[in-house]
């Protein structure tokens, strides 16, 4: 079988990938990135819900980056 890509490279790219995702979420949080085209739009109408949320997404983020 032939390889595409090193399991080094596979592990920086998915190392980015994650660093991305948690960037994205702090952007998010500090309302660069409107809230209101991220979560499917269901954050739009209840501002509560956003920090409990996004704490969550960060924390299964540096989660599955730790695994």
Known sequence: MKKIVSFNL???ILLG???LM????V???SQ???ENIVWGGQINDDQS???PVEIIAI???LIFNNL
């Open 22 to 25: 948690l960037v994205l979420h």
């Open 10 to 12: 596979a592990g920086k």
């Open 32 to 34: 660069v990135v409107p």
């Open 27 to 29: 952007l998010i949080l």
């Open 17 to 19: 990938a994650f660093f």
């Open 49 to 51: 819900n956003l920090l």
């Open 59 to 61: 924390s299964i983020t």
